[in-house]
Every structure is written in C-alpha cells, then in structure tokens.
C-alpha cells in the first residue's frame, strides 16, 4: 500500500482491495463487449470465451475441472446452495442429518437454521480452545443417517485451518458428502480439492483481491446437488440467470495472480505479523493470540484483558487505522463472537478482542505504525476502553 494514502487498511479478512490485473480483466466486458455470452451472434462470442478461460483458470487453481465449477454472486450464495441442494434428493433417503461445526460463517450457521426447517437435523461440532475440530469428535458424531458434513476450511475470525482431508475422510466412510466454505482460504494458502478430497467447496472473489458480487461453488463430477436458481439454463442448467461476465473474468485473473504469488505473499504476512506481535510484546501490554497451530497468514486475533475491543477500533479509525473486533458481516452487532465464545475465551478476554488482517500492500512501517498506535491507546486511562458492566458496548465518543 503506497505510504501516500491517508489510511492503513488492515481489515483484508473482510474484503481486498481490487487487483488491477483483475480490473484490466473486467474493463472489455464493461464496455465494448457488453453482449450476452449466451447470445448466438459474433458479438457474444468474447464473453462466451471469458467465461470459459475463467472456469478454466480457476480450475487449474484448485486441482479442478472446469465444468466442476459453477459461477454465483458469492460466498454466501455457494454456501446456500450447497446446503439447500443436498437437502430434496431421492437418493438420500434415509440419510436426513447434517453435521457443521459451532465455528462456522453465519452463512452457513444460518442456512443450517433453514433446513432444519425443511426436515434435516443438524447437528453442531464444537471445538477446542483454538478453534480446531478434532477427527475423533467427528467420528463420534456422525452416523449412518448424516447426508452432509460441512466445516470450514480456515476460520475468518481466528484464522484456525482445519484438517479438512482427514474430517473428509471420515465423512465419506459414513457415506456423507463433504462441503467446506473456502472462503477465506482460497487465494491465500493452497488449496486442492483432490488432495482435500471434498465434494463442494465454496469461494468469493473479494476476498482474494477480485471484484464483489462474484464467487463460485466447486461441485465434484457425480455430486448430486439440485439446481439452486429456475430459469435459464446457464451454468450447465444448474444456476439460471446471465452470467456476470465482467466479474467473473476478474475474479480469475485475482485469483491467478494470488496462486502465482501465493508463496512471496505469504512469507511477507509472516513477517508484518511477526513484526506487529513483537512490537506489542516489548511494550509490555498483556494480549493472548487466539487460534489453533495451524492459522493463515497475516490474520491476527488478538484478546487485550478488561478492554473494550470496539472502543479501540473507533478510536484507531480516527487515526486512520482501519481493523475490525470480527467478521464484518456481523460488525453492527453487539454481542460477543460466536467463534469466541465456541473455543471458551474468557468474556473479559473477549469483549477486548481486535482482528488485524494484513495484505499484500500492507508494509513493515504500517505494521508498526499499528503496533504504536496502539500501545499509546491500551496505556490510556480513558474509562472508554473498558469493558461495558452490561451487553452493550461503551462507543467512543469525541468531545
């Protein structure tokens, strides 16, 4: 991130700033090659083959095949349908359950709420105090009547990765078909779908450097899965509705970019994040750093003890600091993290809890510029940053 900006952006768990060869990627079909890709005259043809080099790219990415992966609005809509469309299958008779995890997205917690509605029982993994699922819990809680299992790859508030291949592994010994929302994993560690041996993984572009409104679901060849959209019959007839041809050619060009360079980007994470924790260890301030030994780089979550985490993200704002207390799709609300209360954080703990996510723009000075400010808000007196004696939390408020 150039040092001219008057911000530091350190909330990529959220969304990333557009790539530009993802923007280069969607200007022609912005513009001049406006036609519909499903269209038979010459002027479609463009988008036609966009669509086809980007489920192409995408599926080399993953270890894929391209007609195993299907277009959508997102993250959220992957996570819906995949659940949604395991549930009215003939050939599942009998096999009326689903297991997730207590850690799960809200997109998935909450459509696993729908179904519940629609005949299917669920049931909820917990996990231990770095938010991994353990392989034995699995194997004790599934049964012959559980259709789907579905966990996530990497956790987007604690950056947790869970051992998907081996939960896989059981899933299937049970007859189950494994679904893990990739979401935060896909561009920024490596993913496989054969080495991960899963059925349905979900994935959004603007979390990898590519453009909002656009995401896919990988659905292994012989999946059954029932069509999500009526309509049309883009998609393989699968998702009705015209492709967003400009959006989904970004979102391959992010992503090839962020495969390209996954290794460089990676080891530099490491570094702002190393560079973050020392700085804030030889301050002195106590702060415990939540998630399991396996995390993805550059996420912190860090816990600051009778602290008052959202007071201090307004208050960094103000600096031009730009952090979050947890997942952004649930920021306006006050409570405590569903993901921390699953892995036991103490509630002092927990309501001081700030998540850094850095990215590739991010520098060493930014990382310390973080680290400083910082340090100077938690050695402040202010009553604002403690914690609130009720469920609310005490907001800052400048005089």
């Not at 988008?47 to 609005?73: H, N, V």
């Not at 799960?104 to 299917?120: K, P, S, Y």
Request: glycine share 8%.
């Amino acid at each position: 991130m150039s040092t001219s900006r008057p911000f530091i952006y350190a909330d990529h768990a959220a969304s990333t700033p557009l790539a530009p060869e993802a923007w280069e990627a969607m200007k022609p079909f912005l513009l001049d090659n406006f036609a519909n890709p499903s269209s038979l005259y010459a002027l479609s043809r463009p988008a036609k083959k966009a669509l086809m080099a980007a489920r192409e790219t995408i599926a080399e990415c993953l270890g894929a095949e391209p007609d195993e992966i299907l277009f959508t609005s997102g993250g959220t809509e992957s996570d819906n349908w995949a659940l949604k469309g395991s549930v009215p299958l003939e050939n599942a008779a009998g096999k009326t359950s689903f297991v997730t995890s207590k850690i799960e997205h809200h997109a998935v917690l909450r459509t696993c709420r729908a179904v519940e509605g629609m005949g299917v029982s669920v049931d909820h993994l917990p996990v231990n105090g770095q938010g991994e699922i353990l392989p034995e819990v699995l194997k004790e809680r599934i049964s012959g009547d559980t259709r789907l299992v579905s966990v996530m790859l990497a956790n987007n508030e604690i950056g947790t990765i869970q051992p998907i291949r081996e939960l896989a592994e059981i899933a299937h010994a049970h007859g189950a078909v494994f679904h893990t929302d990739a979401v935060q994993a896909v561009g920024h560690i490596p993913v496989n779908v054969r080495e991960l041996g899963v059925e349905l993984l979900s994935a959004s572009a603007h979390k990898f450097n590519g453009p909002r409104g656009a995401g896919f679901l990988y659905v292994k060849r012989g999946t059954p899965l029932t069509p999500y959209l009526d309509g049309g019959a883009q998609e393989f007839g699968m998702r009705a509705g015209t492709e967003n041809t400009a959006a989904v050619a970004g979102m391959a060009a992010a992503l090839k970019k962020n495969c390209t360079e996954m290794k460089e980007t990676a080891a530099h994470l490491r570094e702002l994040e190393k560079r973050l924790l020392t700085l804030l260890a030889q301050s002195g301030q106590p702060f415990t750093r939540n998630g399991g030994r396996r995390r993805l780089p550059g996420l912190l979550s860090l816990s600051f003890p009778e602290k008052n985490g959202e007071a201090l993200l307004h208050r960094l704002d103000l600096h031009g600091i730009c952090v979050s207390t947890g997942a952004a799709c649930d920021s306006q609300k006050t409570q405590t993290s569903h993901v921390l209360t699953a892995i036991a954080l103490p509630e002092p703990l927990a309501v001081g809890t700030l998540r850094v996510s850095f990215g590739r723009e991010n520098t060493l000075s930014e990382a310390e510029t973080i680290a400083q400010r910082l340090d100077r808000l938690l050695k402040m007196q202010d009553p604002v940053f403690r914690p609130s004696s009720s469920s609310e939390v005490i907001l800052f408020r400048p005089s």
